[in-house]
């Protein structure tokens, strides 16, 4: 038995990683995570921006009102043209560089959702300054599907397709040795958000605790475009706390090792997250026998600073997993994920809603 499969919140993660989840197109994810949550007891809904939610009444109905979100979608690509041989043209969506997925295989989105494999495609290195190109942007990127215009059309493919890399390629592979070993995957980016709150619930429901404060557990659509399922849900619920879920990405600008140690984010580029959250989730993770880490980002942004922004949220924190190689073939250490869970679990049952 592999590492992968013995470890619950890898085999989770693959599981979740199985099906690709461009902004915009969550259906088959939210379908994965609505059959786990069903199958775990919960009666999960959706509400109108396609974020999948699970309320949780907590122990006391006056206290401060949570919401702990992960988000579904993936960096990606959208088609902008269908060329006359047949090749497409695409941009970004998100922050994928097409020097980060590099030339192989990829999956785009028809309309039913049926996958058209492709290949990201750079043309020949046979040519003069071949190797002088510096960094290629998506204006010099093609994508190959052997399909000719009309079949293109006739799968369902056409301008504002989503597409993704393929999903033989995002699987997760284990780095090293010992008892706490590197983790690889394309993007942790938020499948492992998701895969860690869905093991929360898990573990409510096995043992019977709940939240001391009103609780809903969301996992939210398009953040990787602007945050639009999170915004939609603080204003529609308008939370008293909202906690973001997600990566801390190792970057120039912050101090972070790569290591066990989950991360509290500090501020990012739209200002400072809660100190009163921060110093309480501390406490918590102190309690589970978790020692955090602290990163202050002068650029990024999450869920909970874009909701807060809008208006939405009242007091924001973002709490997850140091991972090299943001929005690429992420590495993360494998020790990290159960430390996060423990913290929330012991904050969602123990914060009494101090400092609201």
């Given at each position: 038995m592999s590492l992968v499969t013995e470890s619950a919140a890898l085999a989770l993660f693959?599981?979740?990683?199985?099906?690709?989840?461009?902004?915009?197109?969550?259906?088959?994810?939210?379908?994965?995570?609505?059959?786990?949550?069903?199958?775990?007891?919960?009666?999960?809904?959706?509400?109108?921006?396609?974020?999948?939610?699970?309320?949780?009444?907590?122990?006391?109905?006056?206290?401060?009102?949570?919401?702990?979100?992960?988000?579904?979608?993936?960096?990606?690509?959208?088609?902008?043209?269908?060329?006359?041989?047949?090749?497409?043209?695409?941009m970004r969506s998100g922050g994928l560089f097409p020097w980060k997925a590099g030339e192989g295989p990829v999956d785009i989105l028809a309309e039913d959702d049926t996958l058209i494999p492709g290949v990201?495609?750079?043309?020949?290195?046979?040519?003069?300054?071949?190797?002088?190109?510096?960094?290629?942007?998506?204006?010099?990127?093609?994508?190959?599907?052997?399909?000719?215009p009309a079949e293109l059309a006739a799968a369902g493919v056409f301008p504002g397709a989503a597409g993704t890399l393929a999903r033989h390629v995002c699987r997760p592979v284990v780095l090293g040795r010992g008892p706490d070993p590197l983790v690889g995957a394309w993007t942790f980016d938020d499948r492992m958000g998701c895969t860690v709150l869905l093991l929360v619930l898990?573990?409510?429901?096995?043992?019977?605790?709940?939240?001391?404060?009103?609780?809903?557990?969301?996992?939210?659509?398009?953040?990787?475009?602007?945050?639009?399922?999170?915004?939609?849900?603080?204003?529609?619920?308008?939370?008293?706390?909202?906690?973001?879920v997600d990566g801390a990405p190792l970057t120039p600008d912050v101090d972070?090792?790569?290591?066990?140690?989950?991360?509290?984010?500090?501020?990012?580029?739209?200002?400072?997250?809660?100190?009163?959250?921060?110093?309480?989730?501390?406490?918590?993770?102190?309690?589970?026998?978790?020692?955090?880490?602290?990163?202050?980002?002068?650029?990024?942004a999450s869920d909970a600073s874009m909701a807060m922004r809008s208006g939405g949220a009242g007091r924001i924190a973002c709490f997850g997993h140091p991972r090299a190689n943001s929005h690429g073939f992420e590495v993360a250490r494998?020790?990290?994920?159960?430390?996060?869970?423990?913290?929330?679990?012991?904050f969602m049952t123990g914060w009494m809603g101090e400092g609201a």
């Amino acid at each position: 038995m592999s590492l992968v499969t013995e470890s619950a919140a890898l085999a989770l993660f693959e599981k979740l990683l199985s099906v690709p989840s461009p902004s915009g197109r969550e259906n088959r994810l939210a379908a994965l995570i609505i059959a786990h949550l069903e199958k775990s007891g919960y009666q999960p809904e959706r509400d109108a921006a396609g974020n999948v939610l699970v309320r949780l009444e907590g122990g006391d109905p006056a206290a401060p009102r949570v919401i702990y979100a992960a988000h579904m979608d993936e960096i990606g690509f959208t088609i902008t043209h269908i060329h006359p041989d047949g090749s497409l043209q695409a941009m970004r969506s998100g922050g994928l560089f097409p020097w980060k997925a590099g030339e192989g295989p990829v999956d785009i989105l028809a309309e039913d959702d049926t996958l058209i494999p492709g290949v990201l495609s750079f043309g020949s290195t046979h040519a003069a300054g071949a190797g002088k190109r510096g960094e290629i942007g998506w204006e010099e990127a093609r994508i190959l599907t052997g399909l000719s215009p009309a079949e293109l059309a006739a799968a369902g493919v056409f301008p504002g397709a989503a597409g993704t890399l393929a999903r033989h390629v995002c699987r997760p592979v284990v780095l090293g040795r010992g008892p706490d070993p590197l983790v690889g995957a394309w993007t942790f980016d938020d499948r492992m958000g998701c895969t860690v709150l869905l093991l929360v619930l898990q573990a409510l429901r096995q043992t019977g605790r709940q939240p001391h404060c009103p609780t809903i557990v969301a996992f939210t659509t398009r953040e990787e475009v602007g945050g639009y399922g999170a915004r939609f849900l603080a204003e529609r619920e308008r939370p008293d706390v909202f906690i973001a879920v997600d990566g801390a990405p190792l970057t120039p600008d912050v101090d972070l090792a790569l290591d066990g140690r989950p991360v509290l984010w500090a501020r990012d580029s739209l200002g400072p997250y809660d100190h009163g959250l921060i110093i309480d989730l501390k406490k918590a993770a102190a309690a589970a026998g978790v020692e955090v880490q602290t990163g202050a980002y002068g650029t990024n942004a999450s869920d909970a600073s874009m909701a807060m922004r809008s208006g939405g949220a009242g007091r924001i924190a973002c709490f997850g997993h140091p991972r090299a190689n943001s929005h690429g073939f992420e590495v993360a250490r494998l020790s990290t994920f159960d430390q996060i869970q423990r913290t929330l679990l012991a904050f969602m049952t123990g914060w009494m809603g101090e400092g609201a």
